[in-house]
Antibody, heavy 122, light 109 residues
């Protein structure tokens, strides 16, 4: 069974830093691209960042570019999100999500973690 | 950047009725890159449809997706009580990453 378990969420002051982790199990982690998606309280989904299976390709949403860094450790089956210069508007539940890419090129997020809450507030 | 606009914002229907949810893109989107998700309160999203029309594993056949270019539709043929939730469409924009629509809330009438 595919499992994604996020951790690291906390209450943090504006301007602070936080590192989120996502522990993967039940599949060959090194074969899949991964993503972070966030959801502010009562709001919709916002894609945050993408990392390819080998870490060779990385994308960020404009809203976090230059402040957040995605990384992974395939030996530890883990995905990370380093968040710096945090702002009030970064308050959200952060989900890690596995990307499914079919042989015909179709792409989607087929497995999600339960999320970890990051609250940025003074 | 491609913007996805979902309509209606809220849809009020009764169990047994048919639901039609729309997702309109600001530019043409490859059907391969269009997906639909369901999210219930306090839960993570769940993949329903990928490639615009392919059902994900375990998704009942009352859910169907269609459309192309800028207009996509999620149809639930006959609503069950467990289908009342928020639905999101999503597209992949290559180096621009992914974008989601703002969501459609399907509520019990």
């Amino acid at each position: 069974e595919v499992q994604l378990v996020e951790s690291g969420g906390d209450l943090i002051q504006p301007g602070g830093s936080l590192r989120l982790s996502c522990a993967a199990s039940g599949f060959t982690f090194s074969s899949y691209s991964m993503n972070w998606v966030r959801q502010a309280p009562g709001k919709g989904l916002e894609w945050v960042s993408y990392i390819s299976s080998s870490s060779s390709t990385i994308y960020y949403a404009d809203s976090v570019k230059g402040r957040f860094t995605i990384s992974r450790d395939n030996a530890k089956n883990s995905l990370y999100l380093q968040m710096n210069s945090l702002r009030d508007e970064d308050t959200a539940v952060y989900y890690c999500a596995r990307e499914y890419s079919s042989s015909s090129g179709r792409r989607s997020f087929d497995s999600w973690g339960q999320g970890t809450l990051v609250t940025v507030s003074s | 950047e491609i913007v996805l606009t979902q309509s209606p914002g809220t849809l009020s229907l009764s169990p047994g009725e048919r639901a039609t949810l729309s997702c309109r893109a600001s530019q043409s989107v490859s059907s391969s890159y269009l997906a639909w998700y369901q999210q219930k309160p306090g839960q993570a999203p769940r993949l329903l449809i990928y490639g615009a029309s392919s059902r994900a594993t375990g998704i009942p056949d009352r859910f169907s997706g269609s459309g192309s270019e800028t207009d996509f539709t999620l149809t639930i043929s006959r609503l069950e009580p467990e289908d009342f939730a928020v639905y999101y469409c999503q597209q992949y924009g290559s180096s621009r990453g992914y974008t989601f629509g703002q969501g459609t809330k399907l509520e019990i009438k």
